[in-house]
């Protein structure tokens, strides 16, 4: 399994005096400590112990700052901070006294601060930090600092799916990597083996792929011994060579020892403390091997395992593949509409996952290199003539493959040039079609705008009337009249009402439509109380009562204070409208990682099947009367979607009819205002 960048350690101070030997002492126990994954009390430790030294030296700084990255960015995923502690060791990097010290700090800080780059999508700028890091690798003959360049290359022509590229980076990262027996270089070199394997798999060339395989087991056998205290390291890496072998075994035919290498690669990893994630997407591969094989009850038995695990610890990539298997298992068993259901999943994940890669993908970091590239040899090329004469050569040589380009092009010219006019004539029609489109999207945004102007114009010339006839009934009614003549002014009265809160409910829905968020930090404990007390007294009417369970801890959401008290609001208020006389309504808030979820769950007549699909459509026809008569008009829900999505959030609901319904929205947590 490749991972961008993997985690090994930090680079140990070398006895070169150039640490102090306060400061040697206490990276041993702050590595410690982060081997525990005692992340906090490191740092904490560590801060304390170097305010001790009397006069630390420059790699004591730089090192500090180092073991801060590793505990923020690769241990926490902190990529903010991460990004802070990297550019502070490309100043400390930068005071260096000797050529060694500079060429190993410098190239090391801007790989680091080239991987938080990478991980924040800033694709250019990480590719400038790794051509600094590969640039001073090359000048000051730093074989290592090479080595940590070229894999990083290799990782990322994996990623954008350019396997052979990435095959050649990852020898060539293999043959300057050091060959001193310390832990760092020894993992990364069994690492390597092993992403030379799987592009050679990706290749569809099994037998360089099994070789490669096997030499990275053979490898971690042979040496690692040296580390006994790190022996778990050792099992994780023999587990992910074990499940990718076991991949190339499947495309050989050997199912059957593909299955065990999978198992075992899995009981090594899912141990506390190993490559977990590693473990759940093995499970993928050995689920897809019992789904080809038709071991439908092993199947389902994986997959029952699996979704305890990903409920623990979550996996995108096998979150993804676990819909789809379990989509499969429900084809093989005729339940097409659970197939359906899962096979959705898959797909929105899918395209989440494929969304991420998209940027990483068009990012062309080949040419972004040669441009680096080309810049520094202009510059060299003022100061030196001998590279002045090697361009020559090259220029000529040049000059003769495009000689001989040329002719070839010409040769071919005659061929294509049939298929040339087909092509410009075909996008020429397209181009043709695009415009139509493109002017008939224009007209219907037009009239669209157009529409809710109308709309606009006529609910608001309409109110006022409508508003002085509920007045002047309401007044009527006190004075003497017959019961009927009462009755009448009373339903002129209660019409009257009726249409002002359909024509308030049109306003605020073309609104929404249109309108912009003021959004403001807002404690979503106190919004909910607020709205829960305002609603009591109309639950009180029909005897019902609302309870309410708040955050443990406050919470604030970056929000529209207005926007989603009305959501709350009405939500709540449909409860009251479609609940029974004394019954009870729970108003529940739930704080999970990266959003807040609000229910709002009553036992009151649910909703039908046929009306489940147009409840939040404008103007639905699936409005119906409240359990005591209360009118509806089918706007609200239409209202709340649109201002949720405006928030970038969800709604939707889980409702069984006659035994109640579950409106849910949920929210993105923030911690900057954007």
């Given at each position: 399994?490749?991972?961008?960048?993997s985690?090994?350690?930090?680079?140990?101070?070398?006895?070169n005096?150039?640490?102090?030997?306060?400061?040697?002492?206490?990276f041993k126990?702050?590595?410690?400590?982060?081997?525990?994954?005692?992340?906090?009390?490191?740092?904490?430790?560590?801060?304390?112990a170097?305010?001790?030294?009397p006069?630390p030296t420059?790699?004591?700084?730089?090192?500090?700052?180092g073991l801060?990255?590793?505990a923020?960015?690769?241990?926490?995923?902190?990529?903010v901070?991460g990004?802070?502690?990297?550019?502070s060791m490309?100043?400390?990097?930068?005071?260096?006294?000797?050529?060694?010290?500079?060429s190993?700090?410098?190239?090391?800080?801007?790989?680091?601060?080239?991987d938080v780059l990478?991980?924040?999508?800033?694709?250019?700028?990480?590719?400038?930090?790794?051509?600094?890091?590969?640039l001073?690798?090359k000048n000051?003959?730093?074989?290592?600092?090479?080595?940590?360049y070229?894999?990083?290359m290799?990782m990322?022509?994996?990623?954008?799916?350019?396997?052979?590229?990435a095959?050649?980076?990852?020898?060539?990262?293999?043959?300057?990597?050091?060959?001193?027996?310390?832990?760092?270089?020894f993992?990364?070199?069994?690492?390597?083996l092993?992403?030379?394997?799987?592009g050679?798999?990706?290749?569809?060339n099994?037998?360089?792929?099994?070789f490669?395989?096997?030499?990275a087991i053979?490898?971690?056998?042979?040496?690692?011994?040296?580390?006994?205290?790190?022996?778990n390291?050792?099992?994780?890496?023999?587990?992910?060579v074990?499940?990718n072998?076991?991949?190339?075994?499947?495309?050989?035919?050997?199912?059957?020892?593909a299955?065990?290498?999978?198992k075992?690669?899995?009981?090594?990893?899912?141990?506390?403390?190993?490559?977990?994630?590693?473990a759940?997407?093995?499970?993928?591969?050995?689920?897809q091997?019992?789904?080809?094989?038709?071991?439908?009850?092993?199947?389902?038995?994986?997959?029952?395992?699996?979704r305890?695990?990903?409920d623990?610890?979550?996996n995108e990539?096998?979150?993804?593949?676990w819909?789809?298997?379990l989509?499969?298992y429900?084809l093989?068993?005729?339940?097409?509409e659970?197939?359906?259901?899962?096979?959705?999943?898959?797909n929105?994940?899918?395209?989440?996952i494929?969304?991420?890669?998209?940027?990483?993908?068009e990012?062309d970091?080949?040419?972004q290199?040669?441009?680096?590239e080309?810049?520094?040899?202009i510059?060299?090329?003022?100061n030196?003539?001998?590279?002045?004469?090697?361009?020559?050569?090259?220029?000529?040589?040049?000059?003769?493959?495009l000689s001989?380009i040329?002719?070839?092009?010409y040769?071919n010219?005659?061929?294509?040039r049939k298929a040339f006019?087909?092509?410009?004539?075909?996008n020429?029609q397209?181009?043709?079609?695009n415009n139509?489109?493109?002017?008939t999207?224009t007209?219907?945004?037009?009239?669209?705008?157009?529409?809710?102007?109308?709309?606009?114009?006529?609910?608001?010339?309409?109110?006022?009337p409508?508003?002085?006839?509920?007045?002047?009934?309401?007044?009527?009614?006190?004075?003497?009249y017959?019961d009927?003549?009462?009755?009448?002014?009373?339903?002129?009265?209660e019409?009257?009402y009726?249409?002002?809160?359909l024509?308030?409910?049109?306003l605020?829905?073309?609104?929404?439509s249109?309108?912009?968020?003021?959004?403001?930090?807002?404690e979503?404990?106190a919004?909910?109380s607020n709205?829960?007390e305002?609603?009591?007294?109309k639950?009180a009417?029909?005897?019902?009562?609302i309870?309410?369970?708040l955050?443990?801890?406050?919470?604030?959401?970056?929000?529209?204070?207005?926007?989603?008290?009305?959501v709350?609001s009405?939500?709540?208020?449909?409860?009251?409208?479609?609940?029974?006389?004394g019954?009870v309504?729970?108003?529940?808030v739930?704080?999970?990682?990266?959003?807040?979820?609000?229910?709002v769950?009553d036992?009151?007549i649910?909703?039908?099947?046929?009306?489940?699909?147009q409840?939040f459509?404008?103007?639905?026809?699936?409005?119906?009367?409240g359990t005591?008569?209360?009118?509806?008009?089918?706007?609200?829900?239409?209202?709340?979607?649109?201002?949720?999505e405006?928030?970038d959030g969800?709604?939707?609901?889980e409702?069984?009819?006659?035994?109640?319904?579950t409106?849910?929205?949920?929210?993105?947590?923030?911690?900057?205002?954007?």
């Amino acid at each position: 399994m490749v991972t961008l960048f993997s985690v090994t350690c930090t680079h140990k101070p070398a006895d070169n005096g150039d640490y102090s030997d306060e400061f040697k002492v206490i990276f041993k126990n702050t590595e410690q400590l982060i081997f525990h994954n005692k992340i906090n009390e490191s740092m904490r430790y560590l801060d304390s112990a170097v305010a001790t030294i009397p006069h630390p030296t420059i790699n004591d700084r730089f090192r500090t700052y180092g073991l801060h990255y590793v505990a923020t960015k690769r241990a926490k995923g902190d990529n903010v901070n991460g990004l802070l502690y990297a550019d502070s060791m490309v100043q400390y990097a930068k005071k260096s006294v000797t050529t060694k010290q500079y060429s190993e700090n410098f190239a090391e800080a801007n790989f680091s601060k080239g991987d938080v780059l990478f991980d924040i999508k800033r694709y250019n700028d990480a590719y400038e930090c790794f051509y600094q890091g590969y640039l001073v690798g090359k000048n000051y003959l730093n074989n290592d600092a090479l080595s940590d360049y070229t894999y990083r290359m290799g990782m990322i022509m994996y990623k954008q799916g350019h396997y052979k590229l990435a095959v050649n980076y990852f020898k060539d990262s293999y043959k300057q990597s050091s060959s001193k027996q310390n832990f760092v270089a020894f993992y990364r070199r069994q690492e390597i083996l092993d992403n030379i394997g799987l592009g050679y798999k990706k290749l569809n060339n099994p037998d360089s792929a099994m070789f490669y395989f096997t030499s990275a087991i053979e490898y971690i056998k042979a040496y690692g011994h040296n580390y006994p205290e790190k022996a778990n390291f050792m099992d994780i890496g023999l587990g992910v060579v074990y499940g990718n072998m076991a991949e190339v075994l499947v495309k050989q035919g050997k199912h059957q020892q593909a299955i065990d290498l999978l198992k075992k690669s899995i009981s090594i990893n899912l141990r506390k403390g190993n490559d977990n994630i590693d473990a759940q997407l093995t499970e993928v591969k050995l689920g897809q091997l019992y789904l080809d094989n038709n071991q439908i009850d092993s199947l389902k038995s994986l997959l029952a395992v699996m979704r305890r695990q990903l409920d623990t610890l979550k996996n995108e990539n096998a979150e993804a593949d676990w819909n789809r298997l379990l989509a499969n298992y429900y084809l093989k068993n005729k339940d097409f509409e659970k197939a359906v259901r899962y096979l959705q999943g898959y797909n929105i994940q899918k395209d989440s996952i494929d969304k991420k890669l998209l940027s990483l993908k068009e990012s062309d970091v080949n040419q972004q290199l040669a441009n680096y590239e080309q810049q520094h040899e202009i510059n060299t090329l003022s100061n030196n003539n001998k590279l002045q004469k090697t361009y020559l050569y090259v220029a000529i040589i040049c000059a003769v493959m495009l000689s001989v380009i040329i002719s070839l092009i010409y040769r071919n010219w005659k061929r294509s040039r049939k298929a040339f006019f087909t092509v410009n004539n075909l996008n020429k029609q397209i181009n043709e079609q695009n415009n139509v489109l493109e002017d008939t999207l224009t007209e219907l945004n037009g009239h669209n705008r157009e529409k809710d102007r109308i709309m606009r114009a006529v609910a608001h010339d309409l109110r006022n009337p409508l508003g002085g006839i509920a007045s002047l009934t309401s007044s009527m009614m006190d004075d003497e009249y017959t019961d009927e003549q009462k009755e009448l002014i009373n339903l002129i009265k209660e019409t009257s009402y009726n249409s002002l809160e359909l024509i308030n409910e049109i306003l605020e829905a073309t609104n929404n439509s249109n309108g912009k968020l003021n959004k403001e930090f807002v404690e979503i404990n106190a919004l909910l109380s607020n709205s829960v007390e305002l609603l009591r007294f109309k639950a009180a009417e029909k005897n019902q009562k609302i309870v309410l369970e708040l955050l443990d801890t406050p919470e604030e959401l970056f929000i529209s204070r207005e926007k989603i008290w009305r959501v709350i609001s009405n939500l709540i208020s449909n409860a009251t409208k479609f609940s029974p006389f004394g019954s009870v309504i729970y108003v529940t808030v739930i704080d999970n990682d990266n959003d807040v979820c609000v229910a709002v769950k009553d036992k009151g007549i649910g909703i039908p099947d046929n009306l489940k699909t147009q409840v939040f459509h404008m103007f639905t026809d699936a409005k119906r009367p409240g359990t005591a008569g209360e009118k509806s008009f089918g706007l609200g829900l239409s209202i709340c979607k649109q201002i949720i999505e405006k928030h970038d959030g969800k709604i939707w609901f889980e409702s069984t009819p006659g035994a109640g319904t579950t409106f849910y929205i949920q929210l993105q947590k923030q911690s900057t205002v954007v």
